[in-house]
């Protein structure tokens, strides 16, 4: 039986060139669903388990240093990966459609599994049994069967039945607890233990079933019926799910993650931001005329990112995250990101016609890049547009961030915010698109 686990990581990005691919990494991906047909560049980020190894899709532009934690890396990936699937759901002000969450059943099983055993130990059985003159007295059992003597007043017996209880963690059940662990330790343990060789370690005298899983999930459902403490319920219910899954799929060809990574990239910054300021319930929407009548379509207005407030100036920043390559005119925002931007800075200029500020922000994946800010000119045959060409009187120019993924999921997934990154962006200003 394998006592330590070796985890084998590679590391890849969102829009990852499939030609590139290993071959069991693309049959795997491809028997998934995450190839299409004439697809060029994979899209995706999360895990997926392939002979053994784990391959992590990072977003777009992520740079993993030699020298990085992989582990620590891939761990917040899926952690943030599992935050942003609880509160997708449910926030849905600002999310984009698209969002296919793949695994996160099972990303969510594996987690309360490793949590309940790090808070709760090895699952155990309490077995009560009859002794004499021991344990706390039966004096039902006593009187019934023994016999007794008179004494004066009072009854005497001789001897006493009694019952002890005995905690037992080497039952049919917690051995199967033991493997579950043990298999979710050496194969994904670096997603919740510290160290998962530990763990492992901590188990090994408690011996694997020798049973078939259909065996295994019929045993718990039987102890499932007569157990009611509410956290052996929880965990016998999932073990089962566990079990029916196929424990297999943990080592082979288990995919956990986001075929397009957009609204994760938006969510990530809108709560690891400072100084954010809800404004989507006051924007502007259309209001249509139908048979003499004015009725507003409120769900139809317009929907910011995130709106950022000077604490201390009468300013304001509108950030749009855009997951764009961002290193080139070719994969730059289109046309109608740029004049949805805009109009933003329009409809807040209205609500807030006292504001001294109002400054566009597109924030791209990366380190760094190339793009330092947008601007609209009128089309003409130059080959090479200059400052004075530009229409910023009529277009305030949007200013262009970028912020580095890996750290970014390293933020999002402890809850902690993006403090540099919030200062750089307060403190724009337009002088800032023109220091070139």
Not at 263 to 291: F, Q
Not at 391 to 396: A, H, I, K, R, V
Not at 424 to 431: A, Q, R, V
Request: glycine share 6%; aromatic share 10%.
């Amino acid at each position: 039986m394998k006592n330590s686990p070796d985890f084998h990581f590679s590391f890849f990005n969102d829009r990852h060139a499939v030609n590139e691919l290993p071959d069991s990494l693309f049959d795997s991906l491809k028997f998934n669903g995450l190839i299409p047909p004439g697809s060029m560049n994979i899209h995706f980020c999360g895990l997926v388990s392939h002979e053994g190894k784990t391959a992590i899709f990072l977003p777009r532009n992520s740079k993993v240093k030699d020298d990085a934690d992989k582990e620590e890396i891939a761990w917040s990936l899926l952690r943030s990966i599992h935050r942003y699937k609880k509160t997708a759901d449910s926030a849905t002000e600002t999310a984009d459609e698209g969002d296919d969450i793949i695994g996160s059943d099972s990303l969510s099983l594996i987690i309360s599994l490793i949590n309940d055993y790090a808070v709760n130990g090895l699952y155990s059985r309490r077995v009560r049994f009859t002794v004499r003159n021991n344990g706390k007295a039966d004096w039902k059992k006593t009187i019934s069967r023994m016999p007794s003597f008179v004494v004066g007043n009072d009854i005497f017996y001789p001897e006493i039945y009694g019952t002890k209880s005995r905690t037992i963690h080497n039952c049919d059940i917690s051995q199967i607890h033991a493997q579950v662990i043990r298999e979710l330790c050496l194969s994904v343990g670096w997603i919740d233990f510290l160290d998962p060789g530990a763990a492992v370690q901590a188990l090994a005298h408690i011996p694997p079933p020798l049973t078939s899983k259909e065996i295994q999930i019929a045993l718990l459902m039987k102890e499932l019926h007569v157990t009611y403490s509410d956290r052996d319920i929880f965990l016998l219910k999932h073990l089962i799910q566990y079990l029916r899954k196929g424990s297999g799929n943990i080592n082979n060809n288990m995919v956990i993650g986001i075929r397009e990574c957009h609204g994760l990239w938006e969510r990530m910054l809108d709560t690891c931001l400072l100084y954010t300021e809800k404004v989507n319930h006051r924007l502007t929407a259309p209001v249509y005329k139908i048979s003499g009548d004015y009725i507003l379509a409120s769900l139809k207005g317009h929907r910011t990112d995130t709106v950022l407030r000077h604490p201390d100036e009468n300013k304001y920043v509108i950030v749009d995250a855009k997951y764009y390559g961002a290193g080139s005119v070719a994969t730059a925002p289109k046309l109608a990101d740029i004049i949805k931007q805009f109009y933003y800075a329009k409809a807040m200029k209205i609500i807030e016609n006292s504001a001294e500020n109002i400054i566009n922000v597109f924030v791209f994946p990366g380190s760094k890049g190339n793009i330092e800010s947008v601007h609209m000119a009128p089309r003409g045959l130059k080959r090479k547009y200059r400052k004075e060409d530009c229409l910023d009187n009529d277009y305030p120019p949007i200013l262009c961030l970028y912020q580095d993924p890996v750290e970014l999921l390293s933020q999002y997934s402890r809850g902690k915010s993006l403090d540099k990154l919030s200062e750089k962006i307060i403190n724009l200003s337009f002088t800032d698109s023109q220091s070139s």
